[in-house]
């Protein structure tokens, strides 16, 4: 595949770095991490079956302008290197997600900005402009074999949007590409529901591939035991990262190599903290550093490191069974 704006890293590998844990890293009191996602908004326009964003277990809100930029600053003198804006909502709902990209890039110096939408609203305007803000990589969540398949799952119409926008997205990025130099990566990931969406999404992916500079397969998370078993479908336990470099659920990768800060300023030990029971400092009480180190921070990873994590907010996730 060759395209104006292909980039020569592969976001597996990137993924793949993060979800495994180094061998210096099992302990409880750890440097920062090298990446952290930051949740501009936790709205969603979305309502999976298999995201638990549709419960509505907290507010769902933006993230104040002023404790984001703070964040940021902050978290790039410490050391973070690649920064993700967006967390468990929908960032491109988000007002100023284009100004927060370019003061991520060009304010903050981070040397990898990157963002996954569910495509719905990324139109080629709105991408054009991520692009052109310093955009470093732009992934699709693309989980649906057709229209009817996107309907069913997500409530919503909106398969063809989804598609033509993916598409527009590639002229999006190549235009920025052409006019700055700057290259912008364009992925999509596609989540397995069961034994037979591989094939579905094998033929609906097909014709897009050459739009993209990679695509990969994820299982099925419960997200925090929130959806486990919906829809008669089974769920992976934990969080064990793509398929094709699958990881063992304990330890979990999310609690020792990457940060996770909702929108109201919490750093969470979760890739799925839906209701905020994975809380390990509030940030604006506290330095993400401390956070990231706290009391709470180190006793999960404790119990992580013992395999045996019974009795903390991490339990539901692994789904226990006799």
């Given at each position: 595949m060759a395209n104006a704006a292909q980039v020569t890293s592969k976001i597996t590998d990137r993924i793949d770095a993060i979800t495994k844990i180094?061998?210096?890293?099992?302990?409880?009191?750890?440097?920062?991490?090298?990446?952290?996602?930051?949740?501009?908004?936790?709205?969603?326009?979305?309502?999976?079956?298999?995201?638990?964003?549709?419960?509505?277990?907290r507010p769902?809100?933006?993230?104040?302008?002023?404790?984001f930029t703070r964040l940021l600053k902050e978290m790039r003198l410490a050391g973070v290197d690649e920064i993700g804006l967006f967390y468990l909502g929908e960032s491109f709902l988000y007002q100023r997600l284009e100004e927060a990209i370019r003061y991520a890039k060009k304010e903050c110096k981070y040397p990898y900005v990157f963002l996954t939408t569910n495509g719905r609203t990324a139109t080629k305007k709105r991408v054009y402009e991520c692009a052109r803000a310093g955009l470093d990589s732009?992934?699709?969540?693309?989980?649906?074999?057709?229209?009817?398949?996107?309907?069913?799952?997500?409530?919503?119409?909106?398969?063809?949007e989804v598609v033509r926008n993916l598409r527009d997205a590639r002229a999006a990025v190549e235009q920025v590409a052409m006019?700055?130099?700057?290259?912008c990566g364009l992925y999509a990931s596609s989540i397995l529901y069961d034994g037979e969406q591989k094939d579905r999404m094998d033929d609906s992916i097909r014709p897009l591939l050459p739009l993209l500079d990679e695509h990969y397969f994820?299982?099925?998370?419960?997200?925090?035991?929130?959806?486990?078993?919906?829809?008669?479908?089974?769920?992976?336990?934990?969080?064990?990262?793509?398929?094709?470099?699958?990881?063992?659920?304990?330890?979990?990768?999310?609690?020792?190599?990457a940060g996770h800060i909702t929108y109201d300023g919490y750093l969470s030990a979760c890739c799925f903290d839906h209701d905020g029971r994975f809380n390990m400092g509030d940030l604006k009480?506290?330095?993400?550093?401390?956070?990231w180190n706290s009391q709470a921070f180190q006793e999960l990873r404790r119990s992580h490191l013992k395999k045996d994590v019974r009795g903390t907010a991490c339990e539901a996730c692994i789904i226990y069974q006799e």
């Amino acid at each position: 595949m060759a395209n104006a704006a292909q980039v020569t890293s592969k976001i597996t590998d990137r993924i793949d770095a993060i979800t495994k844990i180094p061998d210096d890293i099992y302990k409880t009191v750890l440097p920062v991490p090298r990446s952290v996602k930051i949740e501009l908004t936790a709205r969603c326009d979305l309502a999976c079956f298999f995201c638990a964003s549709k419960m509505k277990l907290r507010p769902k809100k933006d993230m104040e302008w002023e404790l984001f930029t703070r964040l940021l600053k902050e978290m790039r003198l410490a050391g973070v290197d690649e920064i993700g804006l967006f967390y468990l909502g929908e960032s491109f709902l988000y007002q100023r997600l284009e100004e927060a990209i370019r003061y991520a890039k060009k304010e903050c110096k981070y040397p990898y900005v990157f963002l996954t939408t569910n495509g719905r609203t990324a139109t080629k305007k709105r991408v054009y402009e991520c692009a052109r803000a310093g955009l470093d990589s732009l992934k699709f969540s693309f989980n649906n074999a057709d229209r009817a398949q996107f309907k069913d799952v997500t409530g919503v119409d909106s398969y063809d949007e989804v598609v033509r926008n993916l598409r527009d997205a590639r002229a999006a990025v190549e235009q920025v590409a052409m006019e700055t130099g700057h290259r912008c990566g364009l992925y999509a990931s596609s989540i397995l529901y069961d034994g037979e969406q591989k094939d579905r999404m094998d033929d609906s992916i097909r014709p897009l591939l050459p739009l993209l500079d990679e695509h990969y397969f994820l299982p099925l998370y419960n997200q925090a035991g929130f959806t486990a078993g919906s829809r008669g479908t089974k769920a992976v336990a934990g969080n064990v990262g793509r398929v094709g470099a699958l990881r063992a659920p304990l330890p979990c990768w999310a609690v020792f190599t990457a940060g996770h800060i909702t929108y109201d300023g919490y750093l969470s030990a979760c890739c799925f903290d839906h209701d905020g029971r994975f809380n390990m400092g509030d940030l604006k009480e506290m330095p993400f550093t401390e956070a990231w180190n706290s009391q709470a921070f180190q006793e999960l990873r404790r119990s992580h490191l013992k395999k045996d994590v019974r009795g903390t907010a991490c339990e539901a996730c692994i789904i226990y069974q006799e």
